[in-house]
């Protein structure tokens, strides 16, 4: 199993000089000040003992195809980094995860990102690498996948 720990932010001034409509317009650019805290948005990577693929967040979802997953950020990070199926992905955060302006959808995408990316290179005569999970990353407590 992988854990990602991604913290979240909290921004002091200039939020919204960092979008494009904004940026391009300015001469001098955009510039937001902002930062970590201690408050986090964690990522489990399973790989399952079938093809489906499992998403939990504030949701459940169980698919039997990647373009079936709903939650875009999560469909879009596994195109991403080729993990098309046999995974469970689970989301967790220390904070509401709609409206707080603290960076949630940011701090996903890049424990996602993170957690997807680490799950090491893939060996075909390895089922959990077949899967995009590598044995070097896999819970040693449970069976061999």
Same mark, same amino acid.
Not at 12 to 23: E, I, M
Not at 77 to 89: C, L, P, Q
């Given at each position: ?6 913290p979240?932010?909290?921004? &002091? ?12 317009? %300015?001469?001098?650019?955009?510039? !937001?000040t902002?930062?970590a805290?201690?408050? =986090?948005? =964690? +990522?489990?990577?399973?790989?399952? &003992?079938?093809?489906?693929?499992? +998403?939990s ?5 169980? !698919?039997? %195809? ?7 950020? +999560?469909?879009?990070?596994?195109? %991403?980094?080729? !993990? ?21 959808? %940011?701090a ?11 799950r090491?290179?893939?060996?075909e ?14 819970n ?6």
């Amino acid at each position: 199993m992988l854990i990602s720990r991604t913290p979240v932010r909290a921004s &002091f001034c200039g939020g919204g000089t960092d979008l494009a409509v904004f940026y391009e317009q %300015s001469p001098h650019g955009g510039a !937001v000040t902002s930062m970590a805290m201690a408050r =986090y948005l =964690y +990522v489990t990577v399973n790989p399952r &003992f079938d093809e489906q693929i499992r +998403v939990s967040y504030s949701k459940m979802e169980l !698919v039997d %195809s990647l373009d079936n997953v709903q939650h875009d950020l +999560v469909r879009e990070a596994m195109k %991403s980094t080729g !993990v098309t199926h046999g995974v469970e992905i689970t989301t967790i955060a220390d904070i509401p995860s709609r409206g707080t302006g603290l960076g949630s959808s %940011s701090a996903d995408t890049v424990g996602l990102l993170n957690a997807l990316h680490s799950r090491g290179s893939t060996n075909e005569s390895n089922p959990a690498s077949r899967r995009g999970l590598s044995n070097r990353n896999r819970n040693t407590c449970a069976t061999d996948w």
